[in-house]
């Protein structure tokens, strides 16, 4: 049980979703029940027997619960609400148990009177028998949301609930309401109909079975009061509650029928577990598909991402405009032979740059491919972005976790975008430079010649045939672009230039791949930060199961339950 115990409070339910709410005060209420109820409860089976006195407003409670202990015990008043904090009236050699505070552990106790709704006032009254105790709950449908609260709290700490209600206020919603929930736990119900006319007592004793039948709760014990006026301590004439008296007097003085009720409520609270659980398990259920629903619409939006970067390798699209004509530029003035055959060109270039002011046509087309390729991924980056902040935005759990800053790619984007092309360039260079160890000709040429075939590389990754464009794109400078091919080729040879073109898409992508999932984790960081739960269904499930096989083995109603 104690397994239970801490697999439903383990469970936090973060994610905004249908369920969540309900989820969560389930829960709270689940945890509280085994606090208060059925982990002393099943300690202690022979413990004293506790009543719980709850109703609607102005029912009576209080001096229901005076005028059968036959003292003024618990306050009762015209103002409302009366009962601010429970009273426990019981006899004085079962005070030790509830003194113990293992029952409604949460709660203070206290001999005198408290406006505190937390503590819990004990009162010893002789005229009670040992082995049962009244507790005077506030009201079910009090004004105040604490007083509510506190009454269903202290109804599922009851072994038996005892429900007051009168002629004007019986067929209220809210007392039905929670009629219905002790019925569905297993709660041994009697009821109290208070104040009743004497001319009206058959016709509304008759509507009120009824409705009990309705409800599955024909089977009740229910005791008509009538308008009667109290005696001077404010409490009902003794022959007025004397059929109560009696039966709880019965109840008692048997420790057998005390066992039944007991042991009936009891079952029927551990049986209730179940169906409770697995709501809660289902909605642990949910919280996981959510969160799982939220990152896989990130994952699409960047997927997505990458695969329009990586089809732009591969359909040309990157070589048109500046890169083209920068290549172009670069074919056709000859410098992609100049830099292949010697350092003289190297020279030459470095002169008429420095002399024109102009920089040479590898720099334009180096700065061109840097310029195509950094405005591809910051466009991707930003329709990813806000492709994956609109999916958020149409889920309850997403739109709660945005902020206004996710719609648009992250202030960190350009300057990393930038410093990825470069990186790639350089890294281009060195394979270039690294492949070329041996190779005299390259050497002999020098660092140009390392630059010349690494533009030569990068244009190549540009294209689907992982290698030198051509073709009616390349009409200008075609036969200059060819030349330079048969060179490359005979210094390198034809698959070893596709090779180190194939290896520089390869880790461009990659760095691609590293630079978008940067972008995509501002997403898929807030899912992971809600804390959620790994697996918290099963092992709801799990716990649950094990507590019914327990209570199985219990057989805590084998002999029947008394009420």
Known sequence: MSQLRAAIGGVSYPLKMPSADEARRIGKALVSQLDDYLLPRLARLDAPLLVVVGGSTGAGKSTL????????????????????????????????WFRKGELLPGMTRTPVASTDPQTLQLVTAPALGPGLAFLDAPD???????????????????????????????????????????????????????????????????????????????????????????????????????????????????????????????????????????????????????????????????????????????????????????????????????????????????IMSALTGRPSPGRNLQAALESQLVTLLRGVSADAAEQA?????????????????????????????????????????????????????VARAGAYAVNGVGLTVMIAVFTSTAFIPTGAELAVGAGTTIAAQKVLEAIFGDQAIRTLAARARENLLTRVDELLDKEAARFTELTAAVGLELEPADGLRRTVAEVERARGELALTAAGASS
């Open 140 to 350: 079910i449908d009090s004004v105040v949301d604490q007083n509510r609260k506190l009454a269903a709290q202290l109804l599922a700490a009851a072994d038996l609930w005892l429900f007051v209600t009168t002629a004007a206020r019986y067929a209220d919603a809210v007392p039905w309401e929670l009629l219905t929930t002790a019925r569905l736990r297993g709660t041994v119900i009697a009821l109290v109909l208070d104040r009743v006319p004497e001319e009206a007592a058959g016709e509304i004793s008759a509507h009120l079975g009824e409705m009990l039948a309705a409800h599955d709760m024909a089977a009740a014990p229910l005791f008509v009061l009538p308008e009667t006026t109290l005696d001077g301590q404010g409490l009902l004439p003794e022959s007025v509650v004397q059929p109560l008296h009696d039966w709880f007097g019965k109840l008692a003085s048997d420790a057998g029928a005390r066992s039944a009720v007991v042991r009936q409520t009891l079952d029927g609270a551990l049986a209730a577990l179940g169906p409770a659980v697995e709501g809660l398990a289902d909605a642990a259920d949910e919280q996981e598909m959510a969160a799982a629903a939220l990152d896989e619409r990130v994952s699409a939006a960047y997927r997505t991402a990458k695969r329009t970067v990586a089809d732009g390798l591969k359909d040309g699209r990157l070589l048109r405009g500046e890169v083209l004509a920068r290549w172009q530029e670069f074919v056709g003035t000859g410098e992609l032979l100049r830099a292949l055959e010697s350092k003289v060109g190297a020279l030459r270039d470095r």
């Open 65 to 96: 619960v005076n005028s059968l202990v036959r003292a003024p015990v618990s306050a009762a008043g015209v103002l409302r609400p009366t009962t601010r904090s429970p009273v426990l009236v019981g006899h004085a050699d079962d005070m030790p």
């Open 389 to 441: 902040y609109s999916a958020w935005q149409a889920h309850p759990a997403g739109a709660a976790l945005l902020n206004p800053g996710l719609h648009q790619a992250s202030r960190e984007l350009p300057e990393r975008a930038d410093r990825l092309v470069r990186d790639w360039q350089a890294w281009v260079l060195e394979l270039v430079r690294e492949e070329a160890g041996d190779k005299r000709f």
